[in-house]
């Protein structure tokens, strides 16, 4: 199978034209689903604020002291627990809505319609492109019929769903994007070399940090990927000696990307480096990890939730062991979410509140797109003469799927949600 990075003559207006189609899909999608809470969308005062907050308290305001949604220090001052990379993503389209109030003649305060409608774009177009992304990668191992299964699978029988058409203000499927883009890059820096792609690499690390801190462990995939671990740090820093231009710039921009935010924890906190949970006294448990609970649990246990991930996991384990099938470098994949899956079974609100199914592991779906579709290409190939057959359950995982995101409430977690909850939200599914 052809492992180059390159798309045939003519594949780039392919891939355009889907972007602005599946855009166009999960953003028709997400204002219907939405239309009841339009109010609400921007001004809740939950995770998708924070990270929202930054482009009318900038923009507009010119006061990052006007973030609505703050934890107050000791020192009277208010510190969003947020970091602003979100809303760096979201920029682009927070400025045309902010262009169309100045059209129209609107008095914006960067909460009206017009902002509604573009933050919800802005999720269902970095959803798209990171989906365009992880079909390019399937393509250079794959049939288009195995990336387009595991494609529409991965976006209908997964809490993606959920996270870009119900609650796309959170992060990840910002983070899903940039972990795409991460392993595209990755794959042509091991491939192919080039100044480019390494600078490419510098922007997408910083911008995954800046939108959700711990996620900094994806870095692991480009330090270890496609190389014995022996070798792995001498091996990348050649990479820098090779190419010193371009590492020179990318340190650069990497550093005017990060810099507002230590400058606004110094101002806010007095330091330039700050685990913002901390300052409400959250943290980890390193040595009570709840490691079959995050994945089992009727609190949004991932695998219990999204049964389609078990077969990925399958293949990805079988693949660490085995190295089988041959193109990927399963070792690299599993290391970074086993090292995922421990801190966040670590955390003390492992179930992490509000999610669905297991929210944490959603960005991990750019990675785990790769096992996923070794699954979908072993099952087409057992069942040759009826594969036709293997659209049953299939359809059943999106129609559960998207029932469950539909009757999907907050919390589903806590004391009150127990295993009689979860399957009265089962049956609802079903028969409501």
């Known amino acids: ?38 109010g609400f969308v921007l001004t809740s005062t939950s995770d998708p604020l924070g990270y929202y907050q930054w482009l009318p308290g900038i923009i507009l305001q010119h006061d990052p002291d006007s973030f609505r949604y703050v934890h107050y220090l000791e020192s009277g001052k208010g510190l969003n627990l947020f970091t602003f990379g979100v809303a760096l993503l979201q920029a682009p389209f927070f400025l045309l809505a902010l262009l169309y109030c100045t059209i129209t003649g609107i008095t914006p305060t960067g909460y009206e319609l017009p902002f509604v409608f573009t933050r919800l774009m802005a999720t269902g177009f970095y959803g798209a492109v990171a989906i365009a992304l992880s079909f390019h990668t399937l393509r250079r191992y794959w049939s288009a019929t195995v990336g387009w299964v595991t494609c529409g699978l991965l976006i209908f029988a997964t809490n993606l769903y959920y996270y870009t058409v119900h609650d796309g203000g959170m992060s990840h499927v910002y983070s899903f994007f940039l972990f795409a883009w991460l392993l595209h890059l990755t794959l042509t820096m091991v491939v192919r070399p080039n100044g480019r792609s390494l600078f490419g690499l510098f922007v997408c690390g910083t911008l995954i940090i800046l939108v959700r801190p711990l996620n900094g462990i994806a870095l692991l995939l480009p330090l270890f990927y496609g190389i014995p671990w022996r070798d792995a740090l001498k091996d990348r820093l050649h990479w820098f000696t090779r190419f010193p231009a371009w590492t020179l710039a990318g340190f650069g921009v990497a550093l005017v990307l990060i810099l507002p935010q230590l400058l606004y924890w110094k101002a806010q906190t007095g330091s330039y480096l700050v685990f913002t949970y901390g300052a409400k ?46 193109m990927a470098d399963w070792r690299a994949i599993l290391l970074v979410w086993s090292v995922a899956w421990y801190l966040y079974a670590s955390w003390w609100n492992w179930w992490l509140g509000g999610s669905f199914g297991h929210r944490g592991f959603v960005e991990h779906y750019a990675f785990l797109v790769l096992p996923l579709a070794a699954c979908v290409d072993a099952l087409i190939n057992w069942s040759r003469r009826f594969k036709w057959l293997l659209l049953v359950p299939a359809v059943f995982l999106i129609f559960l799927n998207i029932r469950m995101s539909h009757l999907a409430f907050s919390p589903m977690d806590g004391p009150t949600w127990t295993w009689d909850s979860l399957i009265t939200f089962w049956g609802d599914a079903f028969y409501q």
């Open 281 to 326: 006294g959250e943290g980890f448990f390193w040595w009570s990890p709840h490691l079959w609970d995050i994945l089992f649990s009727h609190q949004g246990g991932w695998l219990l939730y999204h049964p389609l991930m078990i077969g990925a996991m399958v293949m990805l384990l079988r693949g660490a062991c085995s190295g089988k099938p041959p």
């Open 1 to 38: 199978m052809n492992a180059s990075s390159r798309l045939p003559q003519g594949a780039n207006w392919s891939y355009i034209l889907g972007i602005a189609l599946l855009t166009t899909l999960l953003t028709w999608l997400a204002w219907n689903t939405n239309a009841h809470r339009m």
